[in-house]
């Protein structure tokens, strides 16, 4: 369901805290975006938490945070966020928390047909 050229993250087993890749928007900085995260693989550990974040930046070195998923505890997770930003780069950062988790295919990208489920 995504397009390679979209991906922020894409994880077929995350075990560790991760900062995905620089995504030049290449477009106009004041339009927005939609992002989308989904959990579909197993969760495993005592207590699991998985925190998903967009941040952006000018110069994809110094990053700040845009907006959070909503904390993901339970696999067959699906969330659409819309972000407005002026930066040039976006990225995903994932971090883990609980003992020992491990999440199963997580995958976060910019949705181009715009959906999300979030309140306006």
């Not at 995905?20 to 699991?48: C, E, K, N, Q, Y």
């Not at 990053?63 to 998923?69: E, L, Q, V």
């Not at 020992?100 to 910019?110: E, F, R, T």
Request: glycine residues 6%.
């Amino acid at each position: 369901m995504y397009d390679d050229n979209y991906m922020l993250l894409d994880e077929t087993t995350l075990t560790a805290n991760k900062n995905g890749d620089a995504f030049d928007r290449m477009w106009m900085p004041h339009t927005p975006v939609v992002v989308r995260l989904s959990v579909t693989g197993t969760i495993s550990g005592t207590s699991p938490t998985l925190t998903v974040k967009v941040q952006g930046s000018d110069d994809a070195s110094t990053w700040t945070d845009i907006k959070s998923f909503t904390q993901v505890t339970t696999s067959e997770t699906e969330e659409f966020i819309r972000i407005l930003c002026p930066y040039k780069y976006i990225r995903a950062v994932a971090t883990k928390g609980g003992t020992s988790p491990s999440y199963g295919l997580v995958q976060c990208s910019v949705v181009p047909a715009g959906r999300f489920t979030e309140p306006k």
